[in-house]
């Protein structure tokens, strides 16, 4: 949230009904549970690696460089992606509370 200068994304809990709602249509899209973070652009949605990608967009600069790994296979992005999910809170410590700003 703090690299979105342009205050231009918009976060729901998945537990929320838009957050429900987000998790049926990509279920059904993807053919799997998604269990993991969705960013929807208006129009499409996208999971994992593809996500973080488009959502890096809209940050500032360094953080927009994200885009360049693109390049890299699908593939391998998403086990680098679940890699790093599987082992975020052992290297940067979980929070008490979610940074989720209020609507």
């Not at 537990?15 to 987000?22: L, P, R, T, V």
């Not at 885009?67 to 975020?88: C, E, G, L, S």
């Amino acid at each position: 949230m703090r690299y979105d200068r342009k205050k231009v994304i918009q976060f729901r809990s998945l537990q929320s009904k838009d957050g429900e709602q987000a998790l049926e249509q990509v279920n059904q899209l993807f053919g799997k549970p998604a269990q993991t973070v969705i960013f929807f652009d208006g129009s499409n949605y996208f999971i994992e690696s593809d996500a973080i990608i488009q959502l890096s967009a809209h940050f500032d600069f360094p953080w927009n460089l994200i885009r360049i790994f693109r390049i890299i296979p699908k593939f391998i992005r998403d086990k680098i992606y679940r890699f790093v999910a599987k082992n975020r809170y052992q290297w940067f410590g979980k929070s008490d509370q979610c940074m989720v700003p209020e609507r």
